[in-house]
């Protein structure tokens, strides 16, 4: 199971589930956690012929794949349909130093921009509509309360032709984007000349025109300008809002006030965009700092810049919403000036500090970045900068190059929460990087079961036969450590090496409180 070529030909795609198949069919290997794709674990599956996975008709198609594929050749993504009725994205790969095995990768297929029942845009493609939409334009938003119910109400074709009503009600004169943003929600973007166009109404007539008696369609009309706000931090503030509505299940509840509760979110949400904005502009936020251990020796190699914030909802939702408003490259640059500013000052310390993938893959971002960093590239032999996979990299051609950038300088350049998301294993492919942290989620679930733990030992053997540093985190006890040392990690993180702190000891204090351990960086 400690075959890196398994490993590597899995790190060239995005992937929900990682099968390897032999000459004979049979499966070999598998992993993930893709429940609605592929029901059973890994281990069971292990030993059967692969075309247990899929359709029928569609495992046909899957040999046929299979037969064409020659040695160092890839192929995909292909949709297939699998055994559970679930759509797939299908990627495959033939290395040649892993035999006759087929690296195969399924992936969930990334969300339409359209809504298949109404024909209206999807609650992203609607989004992505309202980013371009002009600062005069109005937002109107429509509830349809038991909308699924009512469509239970009618036969399977005249339930769908109620949905399509339903939509095209929707796509009126005037209007410049319509979108389905919950099972009951609907948006529409208008000019604001064109006035309330009864957007509601036409629903319920839609509804009325199927035979059924319309429930009360409400309806509320937001401008896109703020006094406060710019026209795309309104927009990105709106979005927020609507994916907490939609995840609180407002627009499903009939005994709401539509209108009132949104607007109050509406209004909390900006206000507290602009404490933010203030806070960030003014470095009003504290900076803790948490130490990670060689694993072998239990010296402190360097420590993790962490920001904390004094809010009721805690840091990482605070992080979580700066990122979503829009402000995390100005985050990023404010907690890098400061950390940037403790390595001056510290010449016995060497410190990592995180920044978004967000500003890593925009230009205007990262040059600000880099520039400030550019300044200080005499402190580069103990800076060490994470790029956190909170919001995934689109362009991973000009955010290698971004990477490479920061290496050139002397920076030392690593991924962090490795493994948490589907994107990953491509990034490790895509970039190249001096270490790997591997998300902390992962390293809590040794034991149990043990496919994965054989899977998280490869990728850290798939490290260190690339040359990758390795961090586990969230370790706890002398057993996690003990666990993750075994499988090849070269560091570690957590209560068990220390809390963070907000002032640097001179000298690390290890597990069981040793004493006298100097720092180094391997």
Known sequence: MSNPAR???????NADFLFEVDAKGTIVFAAGAANDLVRENGDTLVGAPVGKLFNPSEAIKFATFTKALKGGERAGPFQLTLATGAQANLAMLRLSENG???????ARPSRPAIDSATGLASRDGFMAAARTAGGSDILTLVNVPGLPELCAQLPGDKAQLLMQRIGASLQTAGITAAGRISETGFGALSPAMRGDLGLARK??????????????????????????????????AMRYVIDRFAEKGKFDSSDVDLA???????EETQRRLGDITRKVGEGAFEIAYQPISDLETGKVSHYEALARFDNPEGTGETVKFIEALGISDAFDLMVANKVMGVIEDRSDVHIAFNISGATIASPASFGLL?????????????????????????????AGKAIQALRSMGFRVG??????????????????VDFVKFDGAMIQKIGSPAHDDAFLQGLA?????????????WIETEAQAKAVAAMGFHHGQGKWFGAPVTEIP???????????VTESWG
């Open 506 to 516: 001179s000298a690390a204090v290890g597990p069981g409180k040793r004493r006298g």
């Open 260 to 266: 009132s509760i949104f607007t109050k979110m509406m």
């Open 415 to 432: 991924l962090d929460d490795f493994g948490a998301g589907a994107a990953s294993v491509n990034y490790l492919h895509a970039f190249a």
């Open 7 to 13: 490993f590597l030909g899995f790190a060239f795609t």
């Open 461 to 473: 053997k798939l490290c260190a036969e690339m040359q990758i540093d390795t961090i586990a985190e």
């Open 370 to 398: 880099a520039g400030m960093l550019a300044r200080r590239r005499k402190l580069a032999p103990r800076t060490l900068i994470e790029i956190t996979e909170t919001s995934a990299i689109a362009d991973l051609e000009s």
């Open 100 to 106: 006759s095995n087929i690296s195969c990768t399924l």
């Open 203 to 236: 629903v319920a007539e839609a509804i009325s025109a199927g035979g059924l008696k319309a429930p009360r369609v409400s309806e509320m009309r937001l401008g896109l300008q703020a006094t406060e706000l710019s026209h795309e931090q309104r927009l990105l």
